[in-house]
């Protein structure tokens, strides 16, 4: 069963930095894209990264900068290094495969 299984959020201050990670299981993770998403108390789903099977790394505007996501094929993980957040980071983060599929997410508060 394909499966996608994000850690690593918390609990930080703004300014701060935390790392957060997806771990893939029953897909071939090195053939597809992959993002992280996010989603905000009473907002919809936002896109945040991307990082295709070609190595090919996107940003949204609002976290150039700021993020960077990384993945090891060899380990089938993504990963989302996260600096300077801000209160506006709060969010559950996702990741996703480019079959639509996505964990359970990993919640990130960022105190002021």
């Known amino acids: 069963e394909a499966q996608l299984v994000e850690s690593g959020g918390g609990l930080v201050q703004a300014g701060g930095s935390l790392r957060l990670s997806c771990a893939a299981s029953g897909f071939p993770f090195k053939y597809y894209h992959m993002y992280w998403v996010r989603q905000a108390p009473g907002k919809g789903l936002e896109w945040v990264a991307g990082?295709?099977?070609?190595?090919?790394?996107t940003y949204a505007d609002f976290v150039k900068g700021r993020f960077t996501i990384a993945r090891d094929n060899a380990k089938n993980t993504l990963s989302l290094q996260m600096n300077s957040l801000s209160p506006e980071d709060s969010a559950v983060y996702f990741c996703?495969?480019?079959?639509?599929?996505r964990g359970q997410g990993t919640q990130v508060i960022v105190s002021s």
């Open positions: 996703q495969n480019s079959d639509g599929l």
């Open positions: 990082f295709t099977q070609d190595g090919e790394q």
